[in-house]
């Protein structure tokens, strides 16, 4: 059995609606890439290195980014050495082998962190126009559902109108606010917030902030203060802080992962905007060079679009035109 | 971010091929390779670094650069005259309708930044162009986009047409230009919803408001931090619309901006403006040779330059160039420099636009606060005027009032008038003939 149908029979036990919903949100990086390869796949034969030099490109084209592509094509050659494979037919399995092995990790904890004994609390982060915003109100969303108490601290008192997007995805969600006034410091809301959720006893807090661009020393200092503070009012939290990241940026959301991951100590990534682009491979750079899981994708507009990031299932939204060729190629072998 | 710098790695290359007499193929590939590498870190779309490496790789050969006795030099400006070339060559401007009103509509990705933008363009036009703009709330999907536009008309206390949330968008951009006639504004600016570039029916309402409207402007606003998508995107975009510009936006990150030279390769669309900061009035024209330079990675020296002729004062240079020759530089001299420096921006951001500047960044993480400079301003400014004159006549007692009063410590104190001092043998060195030894370091100020 096939690499990609082994993923295949791992999902049919999962839930039915987080794979098809990787795959029709990923059905434009799909195209890109999987049709790529299977082109790739057909005009060339023989694994040479013209094929490898053509798959570096179809991979940078997905922003995977210049050294995790070398060292993914390192090792394709290598297996490719090891395993005595000439034929690129038989090469394609390992390529979709080799990617995947990078996004899992062994003995990962993907999910959420969650404080066992009381209040959670959540900081989001990262630069500006990522949606931030949007993915508290949908994760707010999410908890409630589980039947979560949830609280949500407007702590982007910087932007106009946001604290407002922020209202409108808590009435949404049916979860309270606790704001300042457009201005106000972003700490002081964080410390009031912090205070409403501990005498309501709230399971959940998360927390907004201002996007910033990570160069802006001030403004990351500024967060650091934000950080600071809710640790102070709470031993032990945040017990999350999500950088919310494009999945449309390039090479510079590693510097984002960094920086930001320098100043508040990043636990885990929410890559938004999954639905729109047409890669997504700066995952593969990320688990590459950085040692942070990816714990959300956001797919789509509506409330309800966001799902726990599944290594599998993301690999197999990837991937699933190459299988289902093999599966007619099987079929037409079969007719015949 | 830590990227060499294209300069650097071809600079490296070059340095193999010295000396051999004779450039084989092969130092040509690896020439080649070292700029498609530079530029794909930069972002720029595989496919336009395609084309892009052909023309450089004829132009460089065809004018025998190589035999040349510093060919890295040479080649780096073949590249950076293709990029800028590419780029647009000359600055371009915006068009405006010889019947009023102008009609101005910003389009792109969700995030991009087309509202904090189109107050932005607002300001821009009020002030470089004396128009009495009107802002138009389009966007009725993203929660509380309309509330945000209507912010920054508070802020720029400029007038904000909108319908509500429930109203069609091709009603409401329909009805704006009418009212703009009616009140005589003379450019419209539409802030759209952002929509991704496959959503069918998103875009088909962008075409049914340029029909309604048809639009003086339409500009494509990019994040410059975009990566490889950035194609796909202004293609879609220009596929559908009649597009006539680009907004790059985020350009006061650290990103190189590949993006640019993709949109603009696929678009053949002038970059119009850059959006470099979060204030209202950080819009500026865009400048195609500057981000060739930044693309590679080697600094925006003429922005630099230009800060520098903007903000400082002539005269006052003229008189601080006097004092220096004749000795007679005091704290309040200097107090007057550091005010002159700091007029041209956080100096962070000044530091960005040095050449070499951001690898010396990314590598020692080197960065400038302005406090510290606030803190020195403080220590001069608690000194007694005497005291500025003629700092000789400090003394222990002196200091600790000093550092009291600007809330440092005499060790602060003690540092600042020992650089004072050095800096003043320095000027004597420097204005009083070649003599004596030259420091390494000619501009050793206190606070760097």
């Known amino acids: ?336 | 971010m830590a990227f060499e710098s294209l300069a650097d790695r071809l600079q490296e290359t070059f340095k193999k091929i010295r000396g051999k007499g004779k450039v084989s193929e092969a130092d040509v590939k690896q020439m080649t390779r070292e700029i498609r590498l530079a530029l794909l870190e930069a972002d720029v779309n595989f496919k336009v670094v395609k084309d892009f490496i052909n023309r450089v790789k004829e132009r460089a050969i065809g004018q025998e650069v190589l035999k040349s006795l510093t060919p890295g030099q040479q080649v780096i400006k073949v590249v950076q005259d293709e990029l800028t070339e590419l780029m647009g060559g000359e600055q371009s401007k915006l068009n405006l309708a010889s019947k009023p009103p102008t009609v101005i509509m910003l389009v792109g990705l969700q995030g991009a930044g087309k509202t904090t933008s189109n107050g932005k363009l607002a300001n821009y036009v009020r002030k470089q162009f004396n128009k009495n703009p009107l802002l138009v709330a389009a966007d009725v999907y993203r929660p509380a986009a309309i509330k945000q536009l209507q912010t920054l008309g508070k802020q720029l206390n400029m007038p904000v047409f909108s319908l509500g949330e429930d109203a069609d968008p091709v009603d409401i951009v329909a009805q704006s230009v009418e009212k703009a006639k009616e009140e005589h504004h003379d450019v419209v600016l539409i802030d759209t919803a952002g929509r991704l570039h496959v959503d069918e029916e998103m875009m088909e309402e962008l075409q049914r408001i340029e029909a309604a409207v048809k639009p003086d402007e339409t500009f494509l606003v990019v994040d410059a931090m975009t990566g490889q998508d950035a194609v796909n995107v202004a293609e879609s975009f220009s596929e559908r619309l009649n597009l006539t510009g680009v907004i790059l936006t985020k350009l006061d990150g650290d990103t190189r901006g590949g993006a640019a030279l993709s949109v603009k390769a696929v678009t053949g669309q002038p970059i119009k403006f850059a959006a470099t900061g979060e204030k209202l009035d950080a819009l500026e024209p865009f400048h195609p040779d500057r981000m060739a330079s930044r693309i590679l990675g080697m600094g925006d020296v003429l922005t630099l330059i230009e800060k520098a002729q903007q903000d400082m004062d002539e005269q006052k240079a003229k008189d601080m160039e006097k004092k220096m020759r004749t000795m007679s530089f005091t704290f309040d001299d200097f107090l007057e420099q550091i005010g002159q420096v700091r007029k041209m921006g956080p100096l962070d951001e000044l530091l960005s636009m040095m050449p070499g500047a951001n690898k010396l960044k990314g590598m020692k993480n080197i960065q400038i606060d302005d406090k510290q400079i606030g803190h020195v301003e403080a220590i001069i400014r608690s000194m007694t005027s005497e005291e500025k004159e003629e700092p000789d006549i400090i003394n222990a007692s002196r200091k600790r009032r000093i550092a009291n009063g600007s809330g440092t410590s005499i060790q602060d104190v003690n540092r600042l008038l020992k650089q004072f001092k050095d800096m003043k043998k320095m000027m004597k060195q420097m204005m009083g003939g070649t003599k004596g030894k030259k420091k390494k370091n000619p501009f050793n100020l206190p606070f760097m």
């Not at chain 1, 794979?19 to 082109?39: D, H, I, M, Y």
């Not at chain 1, 390529?95 to 003995?107: F, R, S, W």
């Not at chain 1, 404080?115 to 949908?138: A, E, Q, S």
Request: net charge negative; charged share 30%.
């Open chain 1, 1 to 336: 059995m096939g690499f990609l149908n082994k993923i295949k029979s791992k999902l049919t036990g999962k839930n039915d609606s987080v794979t098809s919903k990787f795959k029709s949100g990923l059905t434009k990086t799909r195209q890109s890439v999987a049709s790529k390869v299977n082109n790739l796949v057909k005009r060339y034969r023989k694994v040479d290195e013209e094929f490898f030099e053509e798959l570096e490109d179809i991979l940078i084209g997905a922003d995977v980014g210049v050294n995790t592509v070398m060292e993914i094509v390192e090792q394709l050659k290598d297996e490719a050495r090891s395993r005595n494979i000439k034929d690129t037919e038989a090469l394609r399995e390992v390529i979709a082998e080799v990617l995947a092995g990078m996004l899992q990790k062994e003995d990962e904890d993907s999910g959420i962190h969650m404080n066992p004994d009381g209040l959670t609390v959540l900081l989001f982060v990262g630069v500006n126009g990522v949606g931030k915003t949007t993915t508290i109100g949908k994760l707010a969303n999410r908890f409630k559902q589980e039947g979560k108490q949830v609280l949500l601290a407007a702590g982007d008192t910087f932007r106009a109108g946001a604290i407002e997007q922020l209202e409108i995805w808590g009435e949404r969600a049916g979860v309270d606010v606790i704001k300042h006034q457009e201005g106000s410091d972003p700490a002081a809301v964080v410390f009031d917030a912090l205070a409403a959720a501990k005498s309501r006893g709230v399971d959940i807090l998360i927390c907004d902030t201002a996007g910033r661009l990570q160069n802006k020393v001030n403004l990351m200092k500024e967060l650091e203060k934000v950080k600071r503070v809710i640790a102070r009012e709470l031993p032990g939290a945040p017990h999350e802080v999500l950088l919310a990241l494009d999945a449309t940026t390039g090479q510079n959301a590693l510097s984002q992962a960094k920086t930001f991951g320098q100043a508040t100590d990043v636990t885990g990534i929410v890559l938004t905007k999954l639905d729109g682009t047409a890669k997504g491979g700066i995952v593969f750079a990320i688990r590459n060079e950085l040692d942070l899981p990816v714990k959300f994708v956001t797919l789509g507009e509506g409330i309800d679009d966001i799902q726990p990031f599944d290594a599998d299932a993301f690999v197999y939204g990837l991937f699933a035109d190459m299988l289902s060729e093999d599966e007619e190629n099987e079929e037409a072998n079969q007719a015949e």
